[in-house]
């Protein structure tokens, strides 16, 4: 129709909501948090690492995290853990290009002893409901609610860490 020697068309109608929010059927991909902690029993550059790798691989196979999809990760450890950077793990495990940060926690009187923390900033079309947070050893006391993990394959998971811990040593060889 004509109007006033404009084409004329009727209005969209659509609420305001509609035009804000998707619709259900397309997830969104949005930067979320997965947290995780974890102990060690000693001060030790081995331990450290093989506990932070395992606590990683951990949040990596019950969330389905690509590399390419964490923005970063930040790892925290309590005062009397200090013989390793626990962030090395995730080199170890393959998150060559992620933007990684490792500190202290605060010391809180009575707080856990021993213990590493990692907070993922992980890029994911999951709700916050869906992801699954890991605390083992004794920082399962920081989360009791997030204790309970899906059964997991120890052999398989280590044989992961492994492959993964190869690829590594490899990079690191033909770098040198």
Known sequence: MLQAGLWYSAPVTLPVWA?????????VMVCRGVR?????????????LRETRRLLALMIRLNG???????SAIFTTTADVNAEYPALAARQLGWLDAALLCGHEMAVPNGLERCIR???HW?????????????????????????????????????????????WNHLRESQS
Request: glycine share 2%.
């Open 19 to 27: 035009m804000t929010h998707p619709p259900k059927e397309a997830p």
């Open 36 to 48: 995780g902690a974890t102990t060690v029993q000693s001060n030790s550059r081995d331990e450290i």
């Open 65 to 71: 995290i690509e590399p390419d999809d964490v923005a």
């Open 118 to 120: 990692i907070l993922v």
């Open 123 to 167: 890029n994911t079309t999951l709700l916050p409901k869906e992801i699954k947070h890991v605390y083992v050893g004794e920082a399962v006391k920081l989360r009791p609610d997030k204790a309970e993990l899906p059964d997991v394959d120890e052999v398989e998971l280590r044989e992961w860490i492994d492959q993964q811990l190869n690829a």
